[in-house]
């Protein structure tokens, strides 16, 4: 069952799945139109080196204000 905050988080965010040879900074470019926001993609996915992101999984992209 889906708690008010998960619909939430649900409804701010989109999904993509990562492919060989992406990188944090591309992906902010390619989803977020700003590759400076890559951060904000690190902090959505609990990610702690930006530099070892794995092909196949599937990242949540939080929609900027």
Do not use: C, F, H
């Amino acid at each position: 069952m889906k708690t008010p905050i998960s619909i939430e988080l649900a409804e701010q965010t989109t999904s993509y799945i990562v492919k060989d040879g992406d990188t944090l900074q591309g992906i902010a470019a390619s989803q977020l139109n700003d590759a400076s926001q890559w951060r904000e993609i690190a902090l959505a996915n609990n990610i702690d080196n930006p530099r070892k992101i794995i092909a196949g999984v599937r990242l949540k992209i939080p929609r900027l204000k």
